[in-house]
T-cell receptor, first 114, second 118 residues
């Protein structure tokens, strides 16, 4: 039973355009959501997070949107750059403001083309 | 700035052998955890610990043991390796409560340990 789902295994976007990565969750107890980026042969690195009391959080080129009623979040990258090419994982925690017991999605591979 | 250090990076085992994956962090994090990453499955939580002497099971604990005798170390033991345990293993740590200035409470991951069981 996949509680965090990323239905698009891959996404290709041109440099300079917007990348939109989507994530759905089923557990209404999730209270804190994070996005991680992973390059090959490296560990995942934290990108951005959002608490369930917010619907948007921005950090530079990265914005995360949360629609709690739809149990859906998305990551927007604007403008996309070749260095953004990586696998992106959505993750959720039942604990506010901490990454304890994170449940991860299956990941979306983003390729940013020139 | 060591962060989270995992050893070994690569290991090949035969079915039935045992081994320990080491994990150490130098950030004084209370929370430590082990994940495995398999194709099409994302990262799945094996075991976690909220402090020295305290461990608990995650989503896929069978076949693995952990202990937390110090804040810094959280080894993962495979008791009798099976081919189904072929995977990439990640150790990760974080504060239990988000701390200033960033306050995001995110997990910090090690570089991973690739294990193959023949």
């Amino acid at each position: 039973d996949q509680q965090v789902k990323q239905n698009s295994p891959s996404l290709s976007v041109q440099e300079g355009r917007i990348s939109i990565l989507n994530c759905d969750y089923t557990n209404s107890m999730f209270d804190y959501f994070l996005w991680y980026k992973k390059y090959p042969a490296e560990g995942p690195t934290f990108l951005i997070s959002i608490s369930s009391i917010k619907d948007k959080n921005e950090d530079g080129r990265f914005t995360v949107f949360l629609n709690k009623s739809a149990k859906h979040l998305s990551l927007h990258i604007v403008p996309s750059q070749p260095g953004d090419s990586a696998v992106y994982f959505c993750a959720a925690s039942p604990y506010t403001g901490t990454a304890s017991k994170l449940t991860f999605g299956t990941g979306t591979r983003l390729q940013v083309t020139l | 700035n060591a962060g989270v250090t995992q050893t070994p990076k690569f290991q090949v085992l035969k079915t039935g052998q045992s081994m320990t994956l080491q994990c150490a962090q130098d950030m004084n994090h209370e929370y430590m955890s082990w994940y495995r990453q398999d194709p099409g499955m994302g990262l799945r939580l094996i075991h976690y610990s909220v402090g020295a002497g305290i461990t608990d099971q995650g989503e896929v604990p069978n076949g693995y043991n952990v202990s937390r005798s110090t804040t810094e170390d959280f080894p993962l033991r495979l008791l009798s390796a099976a081919p189904s345990q072929t995977s990439v293993y990640f150790c990760a740590s974080s504060y239990l409560v988000a701390r200033a200035p960033r306050g995001t409470g995110e997990l910090f991951f090690g570089e991973g340990s690739r294990l193959t069981v023949l």
